[in-house]
C-alpha cells in the first residue's frame, strides 16, 4: 500500500456494488421516466416502491456486510423491551477491507437520499400529493439505512482503531456489538 | 492449507452470487497479484472472530445469530449503551460441518432470503390464527417485521383501484395513506394510554391483522353480488378484529381496553366500507 501503484485499485466486490446501485438507480429511473411518460400513478407508486424496498433489503442484509462488513437490526428482549442492534466486523477484517467498495457504498447511500428529497421538493412545488407518498416511502427507507450504517460505522471506527493499537501489541480486538434503546420502547 | 479450507466451504453453500464473486475474486489476481488488495471473501472470514466477547482463541466457538432485520427503523433512537445479549431468539440455521457456524455478517445470501420469509410466514401464523401466544403482546410478534404489513397495504390498494372504474390513481393513494397513516395513529394512541406494546411490535401487527380483510377485498373484486360481498366483508372483518383483540387488549389497563380497541375496529370498519362501496 505504501509502495507506488502502477495499476489502479479495482472493486473487491463487483457483483455486490452492482446490485447495491441497480436498484437504487432502477427505482429513481422508473420514477422519474414513468412520472413524465405515463400517467398511471398506481403502476408508478408499485413498481418505484418496490424496487426502492428491494433495494433497502440488499443494502441491509447483503451488501451491508459485505462492502464494509455492518449490520444492524432490532429485536425485542425478553421484558418486551426494543433493542437496536449493530454489528461490525472485528478491527482486522475492517482494515482488509476495500477502499473502493467502502467509498461507493457510502456516496450510494447519500446520493440516493438527496436524489429522493430532491424529487420531494418537486412534488411539494407542483402540489400533488399522491407523488409526495412515492418519495416519502423512498426517503424513509433510505434514511433508515443510513441511520442504521452510520450507527455501524462509529463502531467500525473504533474496531479499526483497536486493531491498530492491538496490532502493536500483538493482540486482536473482537467484534463489538452495541445496543440502544428505542425512543419508543418501553423503559 | 487455506485452498483445501475454500473448497469445501464454497460446496456446502452452493451459494451462485458467492461463486461468481468467488470465481471474479481468482480472476483479478492474476492482473495485478501484487498490487491487490483485494480480499478473497471466505478465508478470511472464516478465520475471523465473530464472537461479541474477545476471545483469546482464533477460531470463535459461538456465533450471534439476532432476529430478522426489519423493513425500516425510526431516526428518532435514545442512545444508551448495554452489555449485549449473549443469545437472541432467532429462526435456527442448520450448521454445517466446515468452518465456524453462521453468522449473520457471515452468512451465505440464501439463509438471509429463507431466514427472512420463514419469519414472515410464522408471524402472519401467530396473528391470524389460533396459537398459545396471543394473550402476551411481549411474546407474540417478538420477531416482528414490516415486509407482510408493507405487503399487505399495497395488496389492499391494488385491489381497491381495480375495483374501481374511476379514479383508480385517488383510490390506491387513498387506500394506502389512510391504511399506513391509521396504523400509526393507532399506535401513538396505544402508546399515548401507556400501552405495554412496542412501537413497530403494533405496526407489525396492525399490518398482518389486514391479511382477513385482503381476502375479502380479493372475493369482492371477483363477485358482483352485492349480497355477498356484504357477507364477506363481514365475515372478514370480524375474523381481523377477532385477530387484533388480544394483543391490542392485553397491551393496555383493562379499565382502559375499549379506549384501545375501539379505534382499531373504527378502522376496520372504514376499510370494510371502503371495499363495499368503491365498483
New interface residues.
Partial sequence: ?D?P???T????????CLFHVLFKAGALVFYILFSLFVK???II??IT?FLA?LD??VV???SG??LV?M???????????????F????G??LA???KKDSWLFWWTLYLTAAAWIILGIFSLIRLE??YL?VVGVCL??S??NI??FT?CNKDAKKNIRGYFEGHAQNA???????????????I | MSHGDTIPLHSSSAQS?MD??ES??HA?PP??AA?????P?SP??AS????????LL?PPVAG?K????????????????????PS??SVAIAGDGFGPPPN???EP?LD?VKR?LARIVSNLKLVVFPNPFRED??KA????DL?GP?FFI?FL??TL?WSASVK???V??VA??VLAAGAIILTLNV?LLGG??????SLSLLGYCLFPLDVGALICMLKDNVLLKIIAVVVTLAWSSWAAYPFMSAAVNPRRKALALYPVFLMYVSVGFLIIAID
Fill in positions: 500500500m509502495r501503484q502502477v495499476v485499485e479495482n472493486y473487491a466486490n463487483p457483483v455486490t398511471s400513478f398506481v407508486f408499485v416502491v424496498a433497502f433489503w441491509k442484509n447483503v456486510r459485505i462488513g449490520r444492524w437490526w432490532n429485536e425485542i428482549d425478553d421484558e418486551g423491551n426494543s433493542v437496536w442492534k454489528e461490525c466486523l472485528d482486522e477484517a482488509r477491507m476495500n400529493a399522491d407518498l424513509t427507507l434514511l433508515a441511520v442504521g450507527r486482536i480486538t473482537s467484534r463489538i456489538t452495541s445496543t440502544l434503546q428505542s425512543a419508543f420502547g418501553v | 452470487d461468481e464473486i471474479l475474486i483479478a492482473s495485478a498490487v491487490l488488495p483485494a480480499r471473501p478470511p472470514r475471523i472472530p465473530v464472537s461479541s466477547s474477545p476471545p482464533p450471534s439476532p432476529q430478522l432485520p426489519p423493513f425500516s427503523s425510526s431516526s428518532s433512537v435514545a442512545s444508551s449503551s448495554s452489555p449485549p445479549l437472541s431468539v449473520t455478517l457471515t445470501v438471509t427472512d403482546p411481549g410478534l417478538r420477531d416482528w415486509w408493507f399495497v390498494g391494488l383501484s383508480k390513481s385517488e390506491f393513494a394506502f395513506a402508546l405495554r406494546i412496542n412501537f413497530f411490535q
